[in-house]
């Protein structure tokens, strides 16, 4: 494993503590900043981990696997949380589920054919639409565990559900360009992978 790919791995690690404390009784006040130094962390691994492996020089196929997976399981995992306690409405959630199976199921789909699909420009789109609905719905939590009051919670529950709502819409069209890819592979778009 490079250094990117255990950059990435810590995200395996960070995904599951996060729904434990999540899920730990809501009047336990020191789950806030534990929830949000795991959030941080997980967003800032996002970022540096394809940096460091450019800059080494140690980018490959498994990263280019390994480092979109973990992202997936990481903002499943924190918008289940949401879902459960009713932050995030289920049906998007469902949606989101099935782009990123859909996702997945194309990438294997792209290996048998030799190609490793990494992230395109629109799949990084959404992933800062997600990790801002996150955001946004994580403060709305917090909110509501740190006693700021419903108005509070409801104005910032309002605004995670419309940016997760925008965030699917982004991540439908983001599948769409996906699957194109997937169709012209084996042909000329094979060359722009």
Request: aromatic share 12%; with cysteine.
């Amino acid at each position: 494993m490079t250094l990117a790919d255990k950059i990435t791995a810590l995200r395996l690690l960070l995904a599951p503590l996060f729904f434990i404390v999540y899920l730990l009784p809501g009047e336990a006040r020191w789950t806030v900043p534990v929830l949000w130094a795991l959030f941080i962390v997980s967003e800032i691994t996002d970022l540096i981990d394809g940096r460091v492996a450019r800059n080494r020089k140690e980018v490959s196929d498994f990263g280019k696997l390994f480092d979109p997976f973990a992202d997936v399981l990481v903002r499943i995992t924190y918008f289940l949380c949401f879902v459960i306690t009713g932050v995030l409405p289920v049906v998007l959630f469902l949606l989101v589920l099935y782009r990123e199976f859909g996702i997945q199921f194309l990438r294997v789909l792209m290996m048998k054919k030799g190609v490793a699909m990494g992230a395109r420009k629109g799949g990084k789109i959404k992933a800062v639409a997600y990790m801002l609905a996150g955001l946004v719905a994580l403060l709305a939590v917090s909110a509501r565990r740190l006693g700021f009051g419903e108005l509070v919670f409801s104005v910032l529950q309002k605004g995670a559900l419309i940016i997760f709502l925008i965030s699917v819409i982004i991540s439908l069209v983001s599948f769409a360009d996906y699957l194109s890819v997937y169709r012209k592979s084996g042909t000329e778009g094979e060359k722009n992978l």
